[in-house]
Every structure is written in C-alpha cells, then in structure tokens.
C-alpha cells in the first residue's frame, strides 16, 4: 500500500493501481472522535480525491479494532464559544456532504463504535461493511442534542420510519448482525478480514465502467429525493449519458472478444 500520513487521517492505495483508495480515521487515542483538525483535513482530501481521474471506489475506515468513529471530540468542544462551536459544526457538516456528494461509491468499513457522528460518516457511506463487535448508535438525544451532520434524514432513507424514530429517540446501540438485518449494514465480515474483504468488494466494482458508477450514484442518490416520474427522468438523462459514451462501445467490443475492457472515462 502507498501511505500518506496527515495529523489525524491515513491515505492509501493499493500499489497495483485498481482505482481504491483508503482513508483510515486516525486518531486512535481518542477512539477516533473526530475534532476541527479531522475535518479539516477530510474537507482537504475529499476534495483532492474527488477530481483524481485515477480513483473509482473510497473505503473510509478506522484506526485499530475498538472504534471507526465515536462522534465529536467532546473534550475539544469543552470551553469552546458559541461561534467556535457553529464553526466546527460547519467543518463537520461539510465532511458528511463531501462524503454523500462523493462522484464514486464509497464504502464505509465499520471496525467498531460508530456512534454520533461516526455514525453519520457511516451512514453517508453508500455501502457499509461492518466487524462482528461493531456498534451503532445515535445517542445525541442523552445530550441534548440532535444528530446534525445527516442522521435524522439518513437513517429513516434506510431503514422503516418507525424503527429509525426508535432509535433516534431512545439513542440506543445496535450491534453488526442486527445492523445488517435493518439494512444498515450490507455485510459482515471477521475483524481480521474486515478490509481485505472491502477492498475485493471495492475491486469488483471499480472494475466497472467509471462514467457507469458515477452515472448510478447520481440517479439512485438524486432520484430518491424526488417522485418517481422526476427520478425516471434522471435516470433516463443518465442512461443517454453512458450510451453515447466511448466506453459503452469499448464494452461491448470487449465482451464479444472476451476480454477485459480498457476504460477511458469518456
């Protein structure tokens, strides 16, 4: 793996160049709680990321085996004024949109506590992968609070209304396996395969199409939003998209031959 090493995050890529790229929450004296520097530095790399023509699958993940990410660092946030507060809040906002408006599917690979915000990172994710031990959770209505960066809208897109109302209201945790049975988590894996097993699921779709992938992200991501007639209408200016496109021949050249197929993003 190539690594590129921030204050609080890692940045990798496999070396055989398949498209995958791996940021890693790390901060794991803090069980990753993620604090202004964090999201800083995610605004800066998500924004890097998102116009490297090489890259077509995001894994987000975290440090050690405990926590993917416990929310705010609450320590940071002691002592903190009103206007420092709305400001990191702001930061924090934007790492969730980033990851939600990201071109390319994401992964988010759930190695342990994903409570508060952590959950939200999770849940901006397009797929989830998640350890055996791993536990989720809302838990801001204990504080006084509300989830800010996603939650509230998130949750009920993915699970019934009434069961994420349940867990908004109550805070309470949910382990992997009942995580998975809601749909909150697409897969379970041991702690040990966690990533290996993401990355193969990142390989088997940054094998496909780019202009394909980015096409699908936008139409599920924006049809979901609407009514159905509106949604079919982006999905059909998709479909034109990709079908004029020189991939879409470089495909069907490559199927009828049995080979691979050599993209080129246009």
């Not at 934007?94 to 990172?121: D, S």
């Not at 994420?164 to 988590?185: C, D, N, P, S, V």
């Not at 699921?201 to 094998?207: C, V």
Request: glycine share 10%.
């Amino acid at each position: 793996m190539l690594v590129q090493t921030y204050e609080t995050i890692k940045l990798e890529s496999p070396q055989n160049n398949q498209g995958i790229v791996q940021i890693t929450l790390y901060r794991p004296n803090s069980m990753n709680a993620m604090n202004t520097k964090m999201a800083l530095e995610l605004i800066e790399v998500l924004d890097e990321l998102k116009y490297d023509e090489n890259v077509r699958v995001l894994i987000i993940t975290g440090s050690g085996t405990r926590s993917f990410c416990v929310g705010a660092d609450l320590k940071e946030r002691n002592g903190m004024s009103q206007k420092e507060w709305k400001q990191q809040h702001d930061y924090f906002e934007q790492v969730t949109e980033k990851i939600r408006e990201f071109p390319y599917p994401v992964i988010g690979a759930v190695n342990g506590y994903a409570l508060g915000g952590g959950m939200e990172i999770a849940l901006s994710c397009d797929i989830r992968t998640a350890a055996p031990h791993a536990g989720m959770g809302l838990p801001e209505s204990k504080l006084g609070l509300i989830p800010g960066i996603g939650g509230t809208q998130l949750l009920p897109r993915i699970v019934p209304i009434g069961l994420a109302k349940e867990m908004l209201f109550t805070g309470k945790r949910i382990g992997a396996e009942e995580g998975k049975q809601l749909g909150i988590i697409n897969h379970i894996f041991s702690a040990e395969t966690l990533l290996e097993e993401s990355i193969k699921l990142a390989e088997t779709i940054a094998a496909n199409a780019p202009l394909s992938l980015k096409a699908l992200k936008k139409a599920v991501n924006k049809g979901t939003e609407t009514d159905l007639a509106t949604g079919l209408a982006f999905e059909l200016e998709a479909y034109y998209k990709c079908a004029n496109s020189e991939d879409r021949l470089e495909g069907i050249y490559a199927f009828n031959e049995k080979r691979p197929p050599q993209w080129k993003s246009k």
